[in-house]
C-alpha cells in the first residue's frame, strides 16, 4: 500500500457501505436535534408544561441508551447489515407515527420507539465501518467520513426545525420517511458483515432499562415535585439497586451484554466518560437555549433556528480536516482543545449579560460546535483502535449508550432547574455552568487515560 491509498474511501463496495452508515447516523442524529426549535409550538397543540417537553426529547434518547447495549450485542449477533435494516426500518415506521401523534402522550411513546430503532441503528452503522474497512488509517477516515452525517444532521436540523415547524412541527418526523427509504435501498448493495452468535442477555437488558429509565425519572420529577418526594425517592432507589444488580449480572454472565475486559483498557473508560461529558454540553444547550431563545427573547422557531447555524456549521466544515489535524498533532492534543472550546463558550453564554445581542450569543456557540469535530470523531478511532473487530459493535454501543445517557441526564437535570422559581435565565446560567465543570472534567480524563497507542 502506498502513502497515498488511505486517502480515498477503499472499493466500491466499502464505499457503498460508508455512504449507508452516514445516512444511518445522519437519520438518529437529526432527530437529536431537529425537535428542540419545535418545542414550544408542540406545546402549544398538544399541552404540557416542561416536563411534558423533556419527555419528547427525553423518550428518545433514553431508549436510545437503554437498548444501546444490547444492540450492540444484537449487531455481533445477526450480522452488522442485518441489524442495521432492522433499526432503519423501526426508526422511519415510528417516525411516521410520531408526524400523526393525536396527543403528547402518545408522542412520547412513539419517540420511545424511534429511540429504539435508533439505537441499533448507531452500533451497526460503526460496525459495518469497522469490518469495511479493517486497516487503521484507513477506518480513521471512514469514521471522519461517517461523522459527516452527523455533522451535517446537526447543522441543518435547527434551521430545518425551524423552516419546517412554521408549516407543522408534524413534518420535523415525516422527513425522516424519504431519507431512511433511501438509507434501506443503499443498504442492499452494502457489503456483507459478519456474525458472531452468543446468547442474549436478557437480566442485563431488563436492569440496564430500569436503571436509565428510573435514573431519568427521578431527575425530570425532581424538578416539579422536589427531591423528597415519595415518587422521586423511590424511582432514585429502583435506580441505585438496578445499577448495582447489573453489574453483578454482568461480572457473573457467561455471555454480559457489557463484557468486563472491555473496561480493562483506560483508553476504553475514558472513551465512554468523554462521550458522556460531551454530551451533557452539546446536547444539554440546544434544549435549554431553544427555550430561552423562544420564551425568553422571544424570537420564532425559525429565527431561533438561524441563531444555532453557526454553531453547527464549524462542525460541518470542519469534520473533513479532523483526521489529517490528528495525524500531525495526535488524537489527544485534538481532544482537549476542542474540550476546552467547549469550556470557554459554555462560561461565556451563561456568564453573558441578559442585555448582550443575539449575535454575541451565536459567535459564543461557536466555541461549543467547535468541540463536534475536534472530540468524538478521535475518541472513536481510538476506541476501535483499543478493541478487536469482532467487539466492535459491542464497544460502540457502551460508547454510544454512555453518550446517550448524558444527553438524557443533561435534559432532565436543566429541565430541573427551569423549572425552579428563581426563573427561566437563572435556570439556563446554571445549567451551562454544570455543564462547563462537567467539560473540565472530560479534560481531565482525556489527558490521563486517552492511549494513542
Not at 466499502?14 to 414550544?40: E, K, R
Request: glycine fraction near 10%.
Amino acid at each position: 500500500m502506498t502513502t497515498r491509498e488511505p486517502l480515498t474511501i477503499g472499493t466500491r463496495a466499502s464505499g457503498l457501505t460508508l455512504l449507508t452508515a452516514l445516512l444511518g447516523f445522519f437519520l438518529v442524529t437529526l432527530d437529536a436535534v431537529i425537535v428542540n426549535v419545535a418545542l414550544p409550538r408542540i406545546r402549544t397543540d398538544l399541552g404540557g408544561g416542561i416536563q411534558g417537553l423533556q419527555w419528547v426529547v427525553d423518550g428518545y434518547t433514553l431508549m436510545f441508551a437503554a437498548f444501546l447495549l444490547s444492540a450492540g450485542s444484537l449487531v455481533d449477533r445477526i450480522g452488522a447489515k442485518r441489524a442495521f435494516g432492522i433499526g432503519t426500518a423501526v426508526f422511519v415506521l415510528a417516525s411516521a407515527a410520531c408526524g400523526l401523534a393525536p396527543g403528547l402522550t402518545a408522542l412520547v411513546i412513539f419517540r420511545f420507539a424511534q429511540g429504539a430503532g435508533a439505537a441499533v441503528i448507531m452500533p451497526a452503522s460503526m460496525a459495518l465501518i469497522a469490518q469495511a474497512y479493517p486497516d487503521p488509517a484507513c477506518r480513521a477516515r471512514a469514521v471522519a467520513w461517517w461523522a459527516m452525517g452527523g455533522a451535517v444532521a446537526s447543522s441543518a436540523g435547527p434551521l430545518l426545525g425551524g423552516a419546517l415547524t412554521v408549516l407543522s412541527w408534524r413534518l420535523i418526523f415525516l422527513v425522516n420517511i424519504p431519507v431512511g427509504i433511501a438509507t434501506l435501498a443503499l443498504l442492499t448493495r452494502s457489503a456483507r458483515s459478519s456474525r458472531h452468535r452468543v446468547p442474549f442477555d436478557w437480566t442485563g437488558q431488563v436492569l440496564a432499562v430500569t436503571a436509565m429509565a428510573a435514573l431519568t425519572f427521578a431527575a425530570i420529577e425532581a424538578g416539579a415535585a422536589g427531591l423528597t418526594d415519595p415518587r422521586v425517592l423511590i424511582a432514585a432507589g429502583l435506580a441505585a439497586v438496578a445499577i448495582v444488580a447489573f453489574v453483578a449480572v454482568q461480572r457473573r454472565a457467561d455471555h454480559p451484554m457489557t463484557p468486563p475486559d472491555l473496561f480493562t483498557s483506560p483508553t476504553v473508560l475514558s472513551a465512554i466518560a468523554i462521550g458522556f461529558a460531551f454530551m451533557v454540553g452539546y446536547y444539554g444547550l440546544p434544549f435549554v437555549m431553544s427555550l430561552y431563545l423562544q420564551q425568553q427573547a422571544g424570537l420564532s422557531a425559525l429565527s431561533t433556528g438561524i441563531v444555532f447555524m453557526p454553531m453547527m456549521l464549524v462542525g460541518l466544515v470542519l469534520t473533513p480536516f479532523g483526521p489529517r489535524v490528528v495525524e500531525r498533532l495526535g488524537a489527544r492534543p485534538v481532544v482537549l482543545l476542542g474540550l476546552t472550546s467547549m469550556t470557554l463558550g459554555l462560561t461565556g453564554i451563561a456568564l453573558l449579560p441578559r442585555t448582550a445581542p443575539v449575535s454575541v450569543l451565536a459567535v459564543l456557540m461557536v466555541l461549543v460546535g467547535f468541540a463536534g469535530p475536534t472530540v468524538i470523531p478521535p475518541v472513536i478511532a481510538l476506541l476501535l483502535r483499543a478493541v478487536p473487530v469482532h467487539r466492535a459493535g459491542t464497544a460502540s454501543g457502551i460508547f454510544n449508550t454512555s453518550r446517550q445517557l448524558g444527553g438524557a441526564l443533561a435534559v432532565a437535570v436543566f429541565g430541573a432547574f427551569l423549572n425552579t422559581p428563581s426563573g427561566l435565565p437563572a435556570g439556563v446560567r446554571l445549567s451551562l455552568l454544570t455543564a462547563a465543570v462537567v467539560s473540565v472534567l472530560a479534560a481531565v480524563t482525556a489527558l490521563a487515560g486517552l492511549r494513542e497507542k
